[in-house]
């Protein structure tokens, strides 16, 4: 009797449960098989597998089976198969067709005691596209592309007053913006790396999104200037004499932030920093961690004295303070809308030696910690450091365009 009732369990239970429809869940790429994962244990014998002609293909119909998902088995791309298709054929039938060009021995099999998963091997050898497969994609390109040109000619004649307004007002604000100079000041370079972490440097980080957010501003019609194109080494008294030389109205000063091994996966975030004296300790720390690198060779021409006096009466703390909050937001809003768990380390302000001579609104942007593993592989990523460079442009271009309601820059 107990014999009996272990073969009712070992054989006859998977049966019972085959008996409502199944949900493919996952159709993956794997060791060069089709693994197909199923969400209950799900009978081979209800698999009809076939093949056609004209060109080879492999067809299996999995009977009593619904997609969990319309994507499930998009993107699937192989150089050993023309194309692999996964479909709801049928109300409650998914079909799997696999174009090879040619004939194989394609076994496919269920997996020993694993009952909601079915391999299909794919072939060796490796397949090109045919004329007939070219052709249709030349079909399907020139079909997107006569859409496009009608969805222009279309809106050209409903929306003409509209589009010239937006035309004419974009072209009147990039004639504003000429007027304007931008410095950004790429942190550290030559013998200074900056943070390193994981083989990365902040000096090679914050060079290219310096010259991410160059194109950016000069796309709104802004005129600006580097304070370095290359890996070179920048003196603190160098870095803000070019933005009093060129007569800037803003100084944007770009970092990367880091911290101990002990905090690096839990501390990330964006930040933006004002000149401004501090008791905040976080703020004290960065701040003396990048001033540490600025400082060196400035010997007794930097006065203590002439620094502090600076920072607690200078007439731009107030403008730098509202320029870090719109860059700060338009930072945050770009990265949220692509991006999870992005931290909004806030506005902060810090004795920044690197903002103290530069007679305008001056901010520094730590743009994330080199130190934090996902954020780090994020910020070595050209999304990334796109958006981070659009949200610097945009906030800048937020913060003039207020001052310019407000009353003339000088």
Excluded at 112 to 127: A, E, G, M, R
Excluded at 228 to 244: E, G, N, S, V
Excluded at 354 to 377: D, M
Aim: net charge positive; proline share 3%.
């Amino acid at each position: 009797m107990k014999l009996f009732r272990l073969f009712f369990v070992v054989f006859l239970t998977p049966v019972l449960l085959f008996s409502s429809v199944t949900l493919l869940e996952k159709a993956q790429l794997q060791k060069g098989e089709l693994h197909l994962l199923f969400n209950k244990a799900y009978s081979k014998s209800h698999i009809k597998h076939f093949t056609l002609n004209n060109p080879y293909r492999e067809v299996f119909d999995l009977k009593n089976v619904r997609l969990a998902d319309r994507k499930i088995g998009h993107m699937l791309h192989t150089a050993h198969c023309r194309s692999i298709r996964v479909s709801q054929y049928q109300r409650n039938t998914v079909r799997i067709v696999i174009e090879t060009g040619k004939r194989y021995m394609c076994t496919a099999y269920q997996p020993l005691f694993s009952y909601n998963s079915y391999n299909i091997p794919l072939p060796k050898f490796t397949v090109t596209h045919t004329k007939r497969v070219a052709k249709h994609q030349d079909i399907q390109k020139r079909i997107a592309r006569y859409i496009k040109d009608t969805k222009k000619k279309v809106s050209a004649v409903y929306n003409r007053p509209a589009k010239t307004h937006k035309k004419n007002r974009r072209s009147f604000s990039k004639a504003v913006n000429a007027h304007e100079m931008i410095v950004i000041d790429a942190g550290h370079g030559g013998h200074d790396t900056g943070a390193i972490t994981g083989g990365k440097k902040e000096k090679d980080l914050v060079l290219q999104i310096a010259k991410r957010l160059e194109r950016q501003l000069k796309k709104r019609g802004y005129r600006v200037s580097m304070t370095r194109r290359t890996d070179r080494f920048l003196k603190l008294p160098q870095r803000t004499q070019i933005a009093d030389r060129k007569g800037a109205k803003v100084f944007v000063s770009i970092h990367a932030n880091s911290v101990p091994k002990r905090k690096r996966r839990y501390v990330q975030g964006v930040e933006t920093f004002f000149l401004q004296t501090t008791r905040d300790a976080k703020s004290q720390r960065i701040a003396a961690r990048e001033n540490k690198a600025v400082l060196k060779g400035a010997g007794n021409r930097l006065s203590k004295k002439v620094i502090i006096d600076s920072v607690l009466t200078g007439p731009k703390i107030v403008q730098s303070n509202k320029l870090a909050i719109d860059v700060q937001r338009r930072i945050m809003t770009n990265l949220h809308m692509y991006y999870r768990g992005v931290k909004d380390g806030g506005v902060r302000h810090a004795p920044f030696w690197v903002l103290v001579g530069a007679s305008r609104p001056s901010i520094l942007v730590e743009v994330g910690y080199i130190s934090h593993p996902r954020e780090r592989k994020r910020l070595f990523t050209p999304k990334y450091q796109e958006l981070i460079a659009k949200g610097i442009a945009e906030g800048i271009d937020n913060y003039l365009n207020n001052r310019r309601k407000e009353i003339d820059i000088d």
